[in-house]
């Protein structure tokens, strides 16, 4: 089994979708007027944080002008400052802000990552792109060793999850899975928690509030409490 450098290293070498390779090229090319003077990392983004961690985060992708730019995992647009807020105000963070991949932040017995390494146009990476991306899940899951919490945010982020777990004979079937913010399932020795997407279109409408968000950590931390270490 590859080690956690050896899956950094390969994921931001990955050259295998032509679509975000040369979306991502475009981004670095024509940034935000706010950022026009900053070094885009502009290359697809390992996932973040311990290497021995208890709760898994799994998310969508990198955003075009936040992680896409800053090289961190959900660092540098508003999903981030929802996550790593709560992850400090629960003390799994050493900061509540996360500003770039060489800041000193560290995260407690907390792993952030996505499905989709690479910025994709609208925020929509296609199935063939997840597909591609599948591995590097796969990969993690099998290096944090089937955590005890698994936090996926967002839909299609859950409907990835399902596929690995499927892929793996985890399960044997999907239908009684359903997307339900707060839901909790099940594998194994590993619960899989479902949230909401802190994206700023579910968090300016008031799909995902505040309160809703951090009843998430309560729980997850809840649940890590009654899991043996």
């Known amino acids: 089994m590859k080690s956690f450098i050896q899956l950094e290293k390969e994921i931001v070498g990955c050259t295998r979708c032509p679509r975000l390779r040369t979306h991502r090229a475009t981004i670095d090319r024509v940034k935000r007027a706010f950022y026009k003077n900053q070094v ?21 992708a990198p955003g075009a002008h936040g992680a896409n730019r800053t090289g961190r995992v959900f660092t540098g647009d508003s999903s981030g400052e929802w996550l790593y807020s709560a992850l400090y105000d629960f003390g799994l963070s050493s900061s509540p802000k996360s500003f770039h991949q060489n800041d000193g932040l560290t995260l407690a017995d907390t792993y952030v990552s996505c499905i989709c390494r690479c910025a994709p146009p609208n925020n929509r990476p296609t199935p063939e792109e997840i597909s591609k991306c599948s591995p590097f899940l796969t990969a993690e899951w099998h290096l944090l060793k089937h955590p005890p919490i698994l936090l996926v945010l967002g839909q299609i982020a859950f409907e990835q999850i399902i596929r690995l777990l499927l892929n793996h004979y985890e399960i044997k079937r999907s239908p009684d899975w359903k997307f339900e913010h707060g839901s909790l399932y099940q594998v194994g020795k590993t619960k899989i928690l479902i949230s909401y997407h802190p994206s700023q279109q579910n ?16 729980r997850a931390l809840q649940e890590l409490k009654n899991h043996p270490l």
């Open 40 to 60: 885009y990392w502009a290359k697809p983004v390992p996932g973040f944080g311990a290497r021995k961690a208890r709760l898994w985060i799994v998310g969508l």
């Open 203 to 218: 968090t300016a409408t008031k799909r995902l509030t505040k309160p809703m968000w951090n009843s998430i950590f309560s």
